[in-house]
């Protein structure tokens, strides 16, 4: 599976949007694009994933570039609850055996009041 | 998103004893899950897939006789940790894949070893 590179760390204001940038500048074409974000001392939850249209579901956006090297989550009014480390992963589609995620080290955002 | 359950959510143990853990999807079956483990600060570390009805397949540096899984049920697995020692004092967590492929994880397991 590709590897993906995300900034450590990140501060937001509360109401305003988060943008979380990624890039995997190796993913192959039948990759998709999963996000994921882990609360302090929880189990991941799962957000949103892609394979090249950008998406949207009731938690945030996800936007892909063109090339698929790099993509965006995007919280649009972000709250203090969304403080969380943010992971993204790119992994194969298709078949249960193929779908064990790799974690990086993901992103920490702060949401700020 | 689907929901799936950890039993227990915390324990503490002596070392030397063996430490049970349940994971419990309650929406869909899979014949296929995945086991984690997290260490303060870091990120997770997949430890192993589970198969039903057929052994484990564990990553690389997991030792498999220490760390034993069971496959129950299409909706149950256990993680077993034998002879449990300070170091495998750890936050364990489990995910079940749906339909769609898109795994769902358990609430976790934080398991302190004495």
């Known amino acids: 599976d590709a590897k993906t590179t995300q900034p450590p760390s990140m501060d937001c204001a509360e109401g305003r949007a988060a943008n979380l940038p990624c890039n995997h500048s190796t993913i192959s074409g039948n990759e998709y694009v999963y996000w994921y974000r882990q609360i302090h001392s929880q189990g991941p939850q799962y957000i949103i994933h892609?394979?090249?249209n950008n998406e949207t579901n009731e938690m945030a956006s996800l936007i892909i570039t063109e090339d698929r090297k790099s993509s965006t989550l995007i919280l649009p009014h972000a709250t203090l609850r969304d403080t969380a480390v943010y992971y993204c992963i790119v992994r194969v589609g298709g078949g249960n055996q193929g779908g064990k995620l790799i974690f990086g080290q993901g992103t920490e955002l702060s949401v700020k009041p | 998103g689907a929901v799936v359950s950890q039993h227990p959510s915390r324990v503490i143990c002596k070392s030397g004893t063996s430490v049970k853990i349940e994971c419990r999807s309650l929406d869909f079956q899979a014949t296929t899950m995945f086991w984690y483990r997290q260490f303060p600060k870091k990120s997770l570390m997949l430890m192993a897939t589970?198969?039903?009805?057929?052994?484990?397949?564990?990553e690389q540096g997991v030792e498999k006789d220490k760390f034993l899984i069971n496959h129950a049920s299409l909706t149950l697995s256990t993680l077993t940790v034998t002879s449990a020692h300070p170091e495998d004092s750890s936050f364990y967590i489990c995910s079940f894949p749906d339909s769609q492929e898109t795994q769902y994880f358990g609430p976790g397991t934080r398991l302190l070893v004495l």
């Open positions: 589970s198969n039903e009805g057929s052994k484990a397949t564990y």
């Open positions: 892609g394979l090249k």
